[in-house]
């Protein structure tokens, strides 16, 4: 009889939250490890007021696990949009907060609010260390914090150079081992700089992954962002990627072959964001193997299709 097999997903965000949302529908352990740099939004002022972990990757992750009555998910989900304290504000982010003061850590907030969500799965951070996301620019610039380099108040054609956490973290061991563990990695989707390099920023993350010995799986963006991948194509996001983890590391990339129609992507491009194109000959001398699928969800904002997107990932 052979064993459930182990997936990991490594990111935060929305694109975790779609990879998960497909997952937790098959017979398999998932853990989602989440990066842990987020300073943005109702994020940042808690972070900055309470001194808690940033709960911005996790509340999403946990949401997309969840089997509880759909009134709970909606709940964590909901967001304030009036009243001078609380405008801005998402439920989820507070009870996790809240959580986290009562029962003294944010491990235990997670562990604790994943019980009432009745997840599928472990929601795990990469690290329970404090740390802001830095970018040093081509031009030399240094930006501070994730919510700089994900909307750009500099010059958004300029390149990044490199991403580092200050201060250097070190990774949640329970994270590590299922990296180890996992029968498939998978990284991504997400913002290549804000949601997925993170985490192997972080001490031990990068070499757990080069030394396991399941698949790892990139799942490659559908959009470029402004400021952070700007005129990227597929092979740039794999060389990025490789520049953290490591050369040779990554055996399978899930690229997306339907193109958005016009209609969809015209606001992405207003706000200078453009398709990411799949450049055979070049992820060919990566020596990848490439998974070429219509992975577009077919309506509504551009994201993957978790169903085709997991469909994929447990046929590997």
Known sequence: MSKTKNIVVIGGGTGTYTALLGLKKYPVNLTAVVSMADDGGSTKILRDEFGVLPPGSVRPALIALSHAPQTISNLFQFRFAEGQGLNGHNFGNLFLTALAKQLGSFEKAIEEAGRILHIKGRVLPSTFDNCRLMAELESGEVV????????????????IKKVWLDPACHANPKAIEAIREADVIVIGPGDLYTSLVPNFLVEGVAEAVRQAEGKKVFVCNLMTKFGETSGFVAKDFVEVLEKYIGEGVLTHIIVNTKRPSPERIKKYEEAHAHFVEYDKKGLKEKKLKVIEEDVLRPVGLIRHNSDVLARIICKL
């Not at 501070?144 to 390149?159: F, S």
């Open 144 to 159: 501070r914090g994730e919510t700089n380099i994900d909307i750009p108040k500099h010059d958004g054609a300029l390149k």
